[in-house]
């Protein structure tokens, strides 16, 4: 439902003349109106929602002399306008109510409804959307049952939800409540798609001002007739673009989810049993697409520190060649560091910089040492090319020696040096230097992302803004200190001839734009289903990693490297205490498990100091938000898809029936007659055709077989391309 602004001064003549039309068009008869809303004044009661009390506080004075101050309309999700009805002083729940009822009576007195998609009728809801539903479906029932208990079925039947623009006034509780994002069957609505009809109404209120109210209700329902005719005239092209449109953004959520899915590993065993629907707990509403532990901005950052500063690859050396590699990898590393903090220390002179470069330097030093002497040993092939690189003048900084790995070598000079051997050893370690960059570089975004939704709620202060823009710069090099390590990692794979160069490897190059992430703190915000998280999320999934093959391949060599699998890092379960176990019920351990996640709701749902164990339940449930609110927007776009679907379909038979009627209606009648219904079944034929040839150019022909089922096919469909 949605409202109008058309107004009318108060006169004389207002109210003495009615509507043509009694009743029969989209406005109800005025007398009956009118009484219905002298017994059912507004309701009294006090709101909980931020949205409506900001409505209920606008200035009543903008209607000072206005007998109507605008319109409620009833329309379908494609904007045809079903119902009106005229605001007197304000909308109220009564108008709200008289409309909607109007609606549902339009199929009233028609007989039993069939439906072509031989569903049940028990299985048939109505889906509908208020600015306001939220306080105005809580005693929608009990209205209805007094004043309309012909529709009470109907209304029982009925889901509500807020739209999306909307919505985002509304208390954040209503998004995971009301939100039409978060609820099934509900597809893709426009963000405001009931105030299209808007921009014509707006136009048309100066002119029906002045007129009296029934010249004025006819007026506005010639414009929306005329409204509704034209989008009749184009629902083919509307559908078969919202279709398309449908199939390209599924296809790209689904890519998205499938790659979170695999990220997520095991996790999804345990997510997708999860609930979906919305609980209260006290005050507050639980959702799977809320985060409901918000740690402080200072504990989100120390996490980050102690993990990257701390931070160890996935592939453990076991033997003395897999060492050599992993300890050039780790000097590189070192190199890179010393190479961006000399960076730094060009654009700020800082005493403490200069001094952690001679540190870092010094240590490098001690192990750029040792590690060559290692290399004498194993590679004293590039001995001389070593020394050569002592011997330059002016000397080489430590950070830009080249250590001569096979990776430094084309493929000619690696033969020629008889790396081959040594070289594929490198191609796996540096595979796995890859899948660590990956991983680490999410952790870090994750960290960017959740301080920025905490910057701009929380700091106001210039304290504050100076501090978190610091640790938002640290953050930001940390982040491109960790897309260079894939990158050189992903550089040397090509070099050493393991990976292929173009955009369709398993690492493929990667940007700054495939770090973005939409925040799992924040509630959802318009546009976000045009949206979808960057490459770096899903990476992990889709990137080879060293396998069980790999691994037994590397079992021909002289001193085969042992490997662990670069899997997501696991924590380690304390088993040094030994505790006694008791054996407990299903049903006390279903009520410790509520009880468990009310606490953790109401202690951990503010922004406070958290131990490290709840840092990691924090972390935890970033990625389970991400991966619901992901899994919502697939099912949102795939149900997009079906119902568009269903709905050309609709368009043709209701086009051929019409066709059909037309062609009856020329039978036996006047030369005139018959000329305009035979021109009437033409265009009707006409529309149902390009119909069809809109369904059959976007890949769906076989729907238009001759019994041919649209339940089928979606069952089929979905089977091919499940979720999990």
């Not at 006090?46 to 209607?63: G, R």
């Not at 029906?208 to 004025?216: A, D, E, I, P």
């Not at 919305?278 to 507050?284: C, E, L, N, T």
Request: with cysteine.
């Amino acid at each position: 439902m949605a409202r109008s602004r058309y107004s009318d001064l108060k006169s004389r003549r207002s109210l003495c003349i009615v509507s043509s039309l009694g009743g029969k068009a989209h406005f109800p008869v005025d007398r009956d109106y009118r009484a219905y809303l002298k017994e059912n004044p507004g309701s009294t009661e006090k709101s909980t929602c931020n949205y409506l009390k900001a409505v209920n506080k606008q200035d009543k004075k903008k209607f000072k002399n206005m007998a109507i101050t605008g319109t409620v309309n009833a329309q379908c999700s494609h904007v045809f306008i079903l119902s009106s009805v005229d605001l007197h002083y304000g909308e109220k729940f009564s108008n709200g109510d008289y409309a909607l009822v109007s609606s549902l009576r339009l199929y009233n007195g028609r007989g039993k409804m069939t439906f072509e998609l031989r569903f049940e009728i028990d299985d048939v809801d109505e889906m509908a959307t208020y600015d306001i539903a939220c306080e105005y479906t809580i005693h929608l029932e009990s209205r209805i049952a007094k004043n309309f208990p012909d529709v009470l079925v109907k209304v029982k039947k009925m889901r509500w939800g807020v739209s999306s623009l909307h919505i985002q006034g509304h208390q954040e509780d209503c998004m995971y409540k009301y939100g039409t994002a978060y609820l099934s069957c509900v597809g893709h609505l426009h963000g405001e798609t009931a105030e299209q009809w808007w921009p014509e109404a707006n136009q048309l209120g100066p002119h029906v001002r002045q007129m009296n109210n029934g010249h004025r209700q006819d007026t506005i329902i010639d414009h929306q007739n005329d409204w509704n005719y034209k989008k009749t005239a184009g629902i083919g092209e509307m559908l078969a673009s919202e279709l398309r449109r449908g199939k390209q953004q599924f296809e790209e959520k689904l890519r998205h989810f499938n790659g979170l899915s695999a990220s997520a590993g095991d996790l999804v065993k345990k997510w997708k049993i999860m609930d979906r629907t919305p609980r209260r707990v006290g005050k507050d509403i639980i959702s799977v697409y809320r985060h409901n532990t918000i740690p402080s901005q200072q504990a989100i950052y120390q996490r980050m520190l102690a993990e990257d500063e701390r931070f160890k690859g996935s592939m453990v050396p076991r033997n003395r060649i897999a060492r050599f590699i992993n300890d050039a990898l780790m000097i590189e590393e070192d190199q890179r560091k010393i190479q961006r903090a000399v960076t730094e220390s060009k654009e700020q002179d800082l005493q403490s910089l200069a001094s952690e470069i001679a540190k870092r330097r010094s240590k490098l030093k001690a192990r750029l040492t040792a590690w060559r002497r290692e290399q004498r040993e194993i590679m004293p092939q590039v001995g001389d090319k070593v020394a050569l690189q002592s011997q330059q003048l002016p000397s080489i900084q430590l950070e830009h020696e080249r250590l001569f790995l096979p990776s430094d070598f084309v493929e000619v000079e690696r033969q020629e040096l008889r790396l081959g051997t040594l070289g594929s050893e490198e191609a796996r370690w540096r595979e796995g230097q890859a899948f660590d960059a990956l991983r680490a570089t999410q952790s870090v975004v994750k960290t960017l992302r959740a301080l920025l939704d905490h910057t701009a709620r929380h700091d106001r202060q210039q304290k504050q803004r100076s501090r978190a823009g610091d640790q938002l710069r640290d953050i930001i090099r940390r982040r491109d200190f960790r897309m260079g390590t894939y990158d050189v990692a992903r550089k040397a794979m090509i070099t050493l001839g393991s990976l292929e160069p173009g955009p369709q490897s398993s690492f493929p190059p990667l940007s700054i734009a495939d770090t973005f992430m939409k925040s799992v703190i924040k509630k959802r915000q318009l546009g976000d289903s045009h949206l979808t998280d960057g490459r770096w999320f899903t990476m992990t999934a889709s990137s080879s990693t060293p396998s069980q093959s790999t691994q037994q391949s590397s079992g021909s060599t002289k001193t085969p490297p042992i490997m662990s699998g670069t899997q997501m890092p696991k924590r380690k379960i304390n088993t040094s205490r030994t505790v006694k176990v008791q054996p407990v019920t299903a049903e006390e351990t279903a009520q410790k498990a509520e009880a468990r996640s009310e606490v953790k709701w109401r202690d951990l749902g503010k922004m406070g100091k958290l131990t490290s164990e709840e840092m990691d339940e924090w972390s935890q449930e970033s990625d389970r938000v991400q991966w619901f609110r992901a899994e919502a927007e697939v099912e949102r776009w795939r149900e997009h898809v079906e119902m568009r679907l269903a709905e050309l379909l609709r368009s043709i038979r209701s086009f051929r029936k019409w066709d059909t009627v037309w062609t009856e209606l020329a039978d036996g009648v006047q030369a005139g007659y018959c000329a305009y219904a035979k021109q009437k079944a033409h265009m009707n034929r006409c529309r149902a055709e390009r119909c069809e040839a809109l369904l059959e150019a976007a890949g769906y022909k076989e729907l238009l077989q001759p019994g041919a089922s649209l339940v089928q096919y979606v069952i089929a469909k979905r089977a091919r391309q499940p979720l999990y």
